[in-house]
């Protein structure tokens, strides 16, 4: 008789993935840090060649810096521990969400908890980004386990940046789910990477419909009730991007606006004038090298 205690078939199919993926993220990551490297070494050589030819434009920069030094953009700490500019927010917020549009975890790995006096980390992502997948793929599960040892409390904030539906249907349901369902939105998030995004990105699939994103909550134990609503709240969304009408999808205005408030905040960090996906913030200062400041936070 064979063993009760014998891993399922579909168990072992998606651990082989995730491992799978894993490695990929690990390699993808290896190369962005040599890429990186490489960039820093170059912006040395020209540094140094071009320096005395461009000693008159380094103080003509330097008078204009000053003077933006004096007039900085006005910003306010949030009671969500980061640094916000003028709040271009409307909407109300969601239950278990702030008012800036972000959903922390704490130990229970419940939407709206969070773990006092240890670090935050904030995490703006967007589903049709690769290189929010990478982040994913690599950090995702090891981010959530230390969220639930106690070591840091972990902070989504879905944004779209990207024009494709699933951008913003991703980050609707993450929304509805934090709100409704905040016990299963750790899941829930977790697998709509695994079964939509990665593929999606990694494998060239169709892009995610609606009815994709409520099947993987359906899968996150979300209750067929709760399912049937967000079917008709994304469905609802498709139609307004669609007409390019956002204001007849409440859902769909509160994921604009946070988005527009994350590209207003984002700002405070750089003076570039972009802002961008994923964007990481550990105990409210932006990461620009995440691939190590991530794993370096988690082996402390």
Known sequence: MPSTNAPRKDTINRNQRRNLNREKAREQARLLKEQEEAKRKRTRIIAAVAGVAIIAAVIALTVILVKNTDTPIPSTKGSDGLAHSEKVITAQAPANVTEY???????????????????????????????????????????????????ITLVYHPVRIHSIPFASTGAGAEFFIAENEPDKYFAFHELVHEKLMTPYLEEKISAPTAKDVVDIAREAGVSEENCEKLLQELTQME?????????????????????????????????????????VYIDGVMSDKWSTDIPDLLDK
């Not at 969070?114 to 690769?130: S, T």
């Not at 007409?243 to 769909?252: F, I, K, Q």
Request: aromatic share 8%.
């Open 101 to 151: 549009g972000g959903i922390s975890l704490g130990k229970e790995l419940v939407a709206g908890t969070k773990n006092e006096g240890v670090p935050q980390v904030d995490i703006y992502f967007d589903y049709a980004c690769p290189a929010c997948n990478l982040l994913g793929n690599e950090y995702g599960a090891a981010l959530g386990e230390a969220a639930k040892r106690g070591d």
């Open 239 to 279: 139609t307004a991007l669609e007409d390019e009408d956002v204001a007849s999808s409440p859902l769909l205005t509160w994921i604009v606006e946070t988005t527009e408030q994350f590209a207003v905040d984002s700002q405070l960090s750089r003076t570039d004038g972009n802002y961008g996906t994923p964007s």
